[in-house]
């Protein structure tokens, strides 16, 4: 997972979605925020994979196109092996697991 900015920050558009899920944020203001705003992020949806942060002006977002959520899987020779539909519709974790349990067999 890459973290990337915020798409709904409570400073800027606000979501009726974010305030019923209780996750409302004001935009990070560097980068040890956005680290800290991630670790919120992945506790509230329950991901249990290691994210990275995306750096502070989203150079991986622009690159991928990764707005709004999307789930890459990349594989061992850096080939995208899934690549989700835009949330909230391709927002589907089942999906990169069955991607992942077939490029990487010895997972369970």
Request: hydrophobic share 35%; glycine share 6%; net charge negative.
């Amino acid at each position: 997972m890459i973290y990337i900015q915020e798409a709904h920050p409570s400073d800027f558009r606000q979501l009726e979605d974010n305030v019923e899920d209780k996750v409302v944020h004001a935009s990070p203001k560097g980068y040890e925020e956005c680290v800290n705003l991630a670790g919120t992020c992945m506790t509230k949806l329950g991901i249990r994979f290691p994210a990275l942060i995306d750096e502070f002006n989203n150079t991986t977002e622009i690159a991928y196109t990764g707005w709004p959520d999307r789930l890459y899987v990349i594989d061992r020779d850096g080939r995208i092996g899934h690549k989700s539909a835009a949330r909230p519709f391709g927002f589907k974790p089942a999906q990169v697991a069955q991607t992942l349990a077939r490029i990487l067999p010895s997972i369970p």
